[in-house]
């Protein structure tokens, strides 16, 4: 069915919703918003997830509450060596770190599904006993058979309920004879709609058009809805936001609540994340993995702003927002239905934006200047390279380069590494060489000149055009080469300037002496 929007949403009121009566976790009181970002290790941290978390991480902050990380890690056959540390480290990266978390620990944990099966043991226990869950005993061949006359009628494949009709001795007689078995989920007819705080009224009547789920695998872990019930009930989980995806699966863990007599959290379903064209982000395009953008050199911050740019959660788009910017202004009233368009093209822009906030801040630009050496050093060698240096290339490529990684391109490469070029390539453009350098010298040490680029193509212009032989052009061509071993690419004054005149003083005088 369509979902309806609600008339009024006000934050109070999503607050005032949260009270939950029943929670099992010591340590954590039942009021106050606890939030969790509930990802499956079965691939790594991507945009869609980021967004996820990133709102969760918004919505705890903005009201003074928790951020949770839990890893869902009972698909034992889905899991990706690596993907969980990945996932917690992508996370710090960005700057939402978890209050909770496998890594943190806190109150609640253990943060890792895999964990905690005894809890799940005892709520399908629970269940089993109230008689709101059953053990099926259908052979994997039967299920195959279902599927397949299903789809033969053109049917949508559910399962028939059949076990749920056995008599206790009939159990006990499959029991005894060790058949192998799973737990289903009995799920009642005439679900309630529901109140989603952004899509509104919900009403799916699950048990219309889904046979009983699964709660527990053969192999003792449980399934994700069941999982997903008892840890946000065990977490004291006041508001799940998840992707619109999970929607349709409310009903079914609303009826989970119901059976075990648990009240459940509130619920806000964010819209789907999609590419500019309004295609799926795939995971396949390698480029929608966060550690793709940290390893490329963009600022969290760019990437986060870029996410929440497009259309959720905010009176307006702006660029430019810190995270403690994006905190003040969130508002989860504000999140739209319509899916989410997301404009890669222009996180470079972004990121310019970004990159010139943080060159601003001093304690940002430090951490740059120590991102920036250890760029120059993997890719040029262990160069010596002092802050003054860094920090002045920092601040006048200011606003001119979108990532840090611009400043490893050919065309910076002097900045980083003294040029060697041959006495005779200098003396063969000019025989004046000698004394264009050592004028640049003079110019450079001259303790009455101030040290700007009006007054360096000044003084270079008034001085250079006194040369008897060159001309005003091939002395900058030369001036430039000696510089930087490039003839073509930045003024003169430019690279003086990005240099210094200690540096540019030593490269004109060691041309001199080659
Ligand atoms: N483990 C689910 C996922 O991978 C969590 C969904 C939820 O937040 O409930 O997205």
Same mark, same amino acid.
């Given at each position: 069915m369509r979902p309806v929007l609600l008339g009024v949403r006000s934050l109070s009121r999503v607050l005032e919703l949260a009270? =939950?009566? %029943?929670?099992?976790?010591? @340590?954590?009181?039942?009021k106050g918003v606890r939030v969790r970002f509930a990802p499956s290790p079965t691939g790594f941290l991507h945009l869609g997830g980021l967004r996820t978390a990133l709102y969760n991480y918004l919505f705890a902050k903005k009201n003074g509450g928790s951020f949770i990380l839990r890893l869902e890690d009972t698909d034992r056959s889905r899991l990706v060596p690596g993907a969980a540390e990945s996932i917690e480290d992508m996370l710090e990266w960005a700057g939402?770190?978890?209050?909770?978390? =496998?890594? %943190?620990?806190?109150?609640? @944990?253990?943060?890792?599904q895999s964990r905690r099966l005894d809890l799940y043991r005892a709520a399908a226990q629970a269940l089993l006993d109230s008689g709101a869950a059953y053990r099926c005993f259908c052979t994997p061949q039967r299920l195959e058979l279902l599927k397949k006359e299903a789809l033969r009628s053109r049917q949508t494949p559910?399962?028939?309920?059949?076990?749920?009709?056995?008599t206790e001795k009939q159990v006990q007689e499959k029991m005894s004879r060790d058949s192998p078995y799973v737990v289903r989920f009995c799920l009642s007819k005439g679900a309630q709609p529901f109140q989603d705080l952004v899509y509104g009224w919900i009403q799916h009547d699950v048990a219309s058009v889904e046979g009983d789920p699964v709660i527990i695998k053969g192999d003792g872990f449980p399934t994700y809805h069941l999982a997903n019930v008892v840890d946000d009930n065990s977490m004291n989980v006041s508001h799940v936001l998840r992707g619109a995806e999970w929607l349709i699966s409310t009903a079914k863990h609303l009826l989970l609540y119901q059976a075990l007599g648990w009240e459940p959290p509130q619920y806000a379903h964010l819209p789907l994340l999609l590419n500019k064209d309004g295609t799926k982000l795939s995971?396949?395009?390698?480029?929608?993995?966060?550690q793709h953008y940290a390893q490329s050199g963009y600022l969290s911050d760019a990437l986060l702003d870029l996410i929440t740019n497009?259309?959720?959660?905010?009176t307006e788009n702006q660029m430019g927002r810190t995270l403690d910017t994006l905190i003040q202004q969130?508002?989860?009233?504000?999140?739209?239905?319509h899916s989410a368009l997301l404009d890669l093209d222009k996180l470079p822009e972004f990121n310019r934006i970004h990159l010139t906030q943080w060159i601003d801040g001093a304690e940002t630009r430090e951490q740059l200047v120590t991102q920036l050496r250890t760029l120059v050093q993997d890719a040029y060698g262990d160069l010596v390279l002092d802050k003054e240096h860094i920090e002045r290339i920092l601040l006048l490529r200011k606003g001119h380069?979108?990532?840090?990684?611009?400043?490893?391109s050919p065309a910076y490469s002097y900045l980083w590494v003294r040029p060697s070029v041959p006495g005779e390539q200098l003396h063969s453009l000019s025989r004046e060489a000698s004394e264009i350098a050592s004028m640049a010298v003079r110019l450079l040490q001259d303790?009455?000149?101030?040290?700007t680029a009006e007054m360096l193509n000044g003084e270079l212009r008034s001085r250079l055009h006194?040369?008897?032989?060159?001309k005003f052009s091939s002395a900058m061509t030369l001036l430039r080469l000696m510089l930087?071993?490039?003839?073509?690419?930045?003024s003169v004054a430019e690279m003086m300037l990005s240099l210094g005149p200690q540096e540019s003083v030593i490269r004109l005088q060691n041309t001199l002496s080659n």
């Open positions: 009270a =939950p009566a %029943r929670r099992c976790c010591s @340590g954590v009181s039942g939402i770190t978890p209050d909770e978390s =496998p890594r %943190r620990g806190g109150p609640c @944990g253990p943060y890792e559910r399962y028939d309920n059949r076990c749920r009709h056995l995971k396949r395009q390698g480029d929608i993995f966060i497009c259309g959720s959660g905010f969130y508002d989860l009233e504000k999140t739209s239905t380069v979108c990532r840090l990684t611009d400043l490893l303790p009455s000149n101030e040290f006194q040369l008897k032989e060159t930087s071993g490039q003839e073509h690419g930045p």
